[in-house]
């Protein structure tokens, strides 16, 4: 009886040290507008960098020295083409979404054509996704979202079938026109990939790809619940200050390095290939962040990523290219290839503006509440069951 008791506090310890380590940033004042009539948005802004980007649709380069060819759903970009992609200017880069050659399969994220046309008409979007049911459906309070953006912002969740048969035994079944409360459900078929956290990167980091006509997109991790008008966000982190993209800090790490390791402390992905990524970054000039330096273009590396705010510039749509292709590339874990991205984008690009911000994680906090994943719901019920007995 002593033993069960000791290992029942030992556990009650070992949780309270767990959560002493999540160093979260201080309280914010954040004067966000009190009305949505007062958010207005504002005309295409001049100052923003002009060039046209056009994007691989179909693969045409096919290796016939390898049987096993088959065509990418990002393309087989060589180092080369990846090398130029960096460059801001009028281009056609690889950005997810390429097909193969005539007679082969798709490549994947397929959707419905209902689905397409719907996301079509979208000029704002608020975006999130749901794959492996990893998580529950959560939408916003009450009146958080105002009638106003009720009628003019799309809200749309991205599901797979698994995912759409859970929240449908739990009581969360779509209606006639595929809407579970204030979200637009679109299930997608054929996943291109087996990881569900590479899946999960398209609709977080290609909203310009999938809402080819909107505007602006607000991307909310499926573990957050938003508690702030869409309109009030666009305002406060873009509209106010003339900014184009706008994404948390972490709230505990700033520096690859200490990324890197936590990855592989907790072992989110294979060592060797973290290990392959970071080493080709540090040779292509990725360094430690210094908090010290007054020239730094960052306040943190490393971003904490589940809320961006973005506009559909071409810079904006740019840097989301090729930190998606970093993502393809290497692992689906994307604060390690952020800082690598965004610095090697503003090093080869030196006199064209990218207005980007980093804005604290305890406004992210405030705008959009935490919840645990499925998993750790899975895991933490557990742990009580198990001191229950």
């Known amino acids: 009886m002593q033993s069960s008791r000791r290992a029942i506090s030992e556990r009650r310890i070992a949780s309270k040290k767990r959560s002493k380590r999540r160093k979260y940033s201080g309280a914010c004042e954040m004067k966000i507008l009190n009305s949505t009539m007062k958010a207005v948005e504002p005309p295409q802004s001049l100052k923003f960098a002009r060039f046209s980007l056009q994007y691989t649709e179909i693969e045409s380069k096919i290796n016939n020295r390898l049987e096993s060819w088959e065509p990418k759903f990002g393309g087989h970009q060589s180092l080369e083409e990846r090398e130029q992609s960096f460059v801001a200017n009028d281009q056609k880069l690889n950005c997810g979404f390429v097909k193969g050659p005539k007679g082969y399969p798709s490549t994947g994220f397929d959707l419905a054509e209902d ?20 998580d529950r459906l959560r939408s916003p309070m009450g009146k958080t979202v105002s009638r106003i953006s009720r009628k003019n912002v799309c809200f749309v969740m991205f599901v797979d079938d698994i995912t ?45 790809r999938l809402f080819h006509n909107a505007r602006y997109s607000i991307w909310l991790d499926s573990k957050l619940r938003l508690q702030l008008d869409p309109l009030l966000v666009l305002e406060y982190f873009l509209w106010r200050k003339g900014h184009e993209y706008a994404i948390s800090n972490h709230y505990d790490r700033h520096c690859v390095w200490e990324e890197v390791a936590q990855n592989k402390k907790l ?28 020239q730094k273009l960052l306040p943190s590396n490393v971003p904490e990523g589940s809320f961006i705010v ?63 994943h499925r998993s750790e719901e ?12």
């Not at 060797?272 to 292509?284: S, V």
């Open 115 to 134: 689905d397409a046309t719907y996301i079509a008409t979208c000029h704002i979007a608020v975006i999130s996704c749901i794959f492996g049911n990893s």
């Open 310 to 372: 973005r506009e559909h510039t071409p810079m904006s749509n740019l840097f989301s290219c090729l930190w998606f292709n970093e993502v393809e590339r290497f692992t689906p874990r994307d604060q390690l290839s952020f800082a690598y991205t965004y610095h090697k984008l503003r090093r080869i690009n030196p006199t064209t503006p990218f207005y980007f911000t980093m804005f604290k994680d305890c406004e992210r906090r405030k705008i959009a509440k935490l919840f645990r």
């Open 267 to 294: 072992n989110k992905y294979n060592h060797t290939i973290i290990d392959q990524q970071f080493a080709f970054y540090q040779a292509d000039g990725l360094t430690r962040f210094n908090p010290f330096d007054s």
């Open 164 to 208: 759409l048969q859970t929240l449908s035994s739990e009581g969360h079944m779509p209606d006639r026109m595929s809407y579970i409360g204030i979200w637009r459900i679109v299930v997608v078929k054929n996943l291109p990939y087996t990881d569900m956290r590479r899946v999960g990167k398209i609709p977080k980091l290609l909203a310009h």
């Open 378 to 389: 899975s895991r933490r019920y557990m742990m009580i069951g198990q001191e229950a007995e």
